[in-house]
T-cell receptor, first 114, second 113 residues
């Protein structure tokens, strides 16, 4: 089966610009997660979708971040306007169910805000 | 709140030597525990998972981890390191009633020839 796909793999933007990251989960996985790793820090949870609904968005840093999952398939994470501290690696993951199932991660999108 | 502590941000071993990566967790309920590995320029790959069925969990690539409730530990071991094991390793905990993985800070494993 195809794994979790993320693109772009790298993005370099200027402060104040907008960037949209995309994630395609494993087919059939209702649960989709976004995580972020800022340089030198732990990987942190951002939010969790169950199908198209946001189950938990407690990790979203502020209202400059908007996540969507249209039709319960792929998801996008938009950062608008981007700030320097948004730089890091954004990981997407999916799972069949949220109760102890392993999360399958994509390769991540490395975002650099200059 | 859950937390995970990985002792040692960098660990260096010789090829053929024992690998021991330490992980301690804090959780108010019995957790699910995971080890993930990230090879250079790749995503996170599941090494193994503990779900209370057995305290010694075997994973891929010869790795295993032992859950010790009394010590709140879930250390990762491999009897003999290989050059291809060089990567960053993450311990993570998930509550049984929750959906979030809480990660440790990661340990970079270096294997010397």
């Amino acid at each position: 089966e195809a794994g979790v796909t993320q693109f772009p793999s790298h993005s370099v933007i200027e402060k104040g610009q907008t960037v949209t990251l995309r994630c395609d989960p494993i087919s059939g996985h209702d649960n989709l997660y976004w995580y972020r790793r800022v340089m030198g820090k732990e990987i942190k949870f951002l939010l969790h979708f169950v199908k198209e609904s946001k189950q938990d968005e407690s990790g979203m840093p502020n209202n400059r971040f908007l996540a969507e999952r249209t039709g319960g398939t792929y998801s996008t994470l938009k950062v608008q306007p981007a700030e320097l501290e948004d730089s890091g690696v954004y990981f997407c993951a999916s799972s069949q169910d949220p109760y102890g199932s392993p999360l399958h991660f994509g390769n991540g999108t490395r975002l650099t805000v200059t | 709140a859950q937390s995970v502590t990985q002792l040692g941000s960098h660990v260096s071993v010789s090829e053929g030597a024992l690998v021991l990566l330490r992980c301690n967790y804090s959780s108010s309920v019995p957790p699910y525990l995971f080890w993930y590995v990230q090879y250079p320029n790749q995503g996170l790959q599941l090494l193994l998972k503990y779900t209370s069925a057995a305290t010694l969990v075997k994973g891929i690539n010869g790795f295993e981890a032992e859950f010790k409730k009394s010590e709140t530990s879930f250390h990762l071991t491999k009897p003999s390191a290989h050059m291809s094991d060089a990567a960053e390793y993450f311990c993570a905990v998930m509550r049984g009633d929750g959906n979030k993985l809480v990660f440790g800070a990661g340990t970079i494993l270096r294997v010397k020839s």
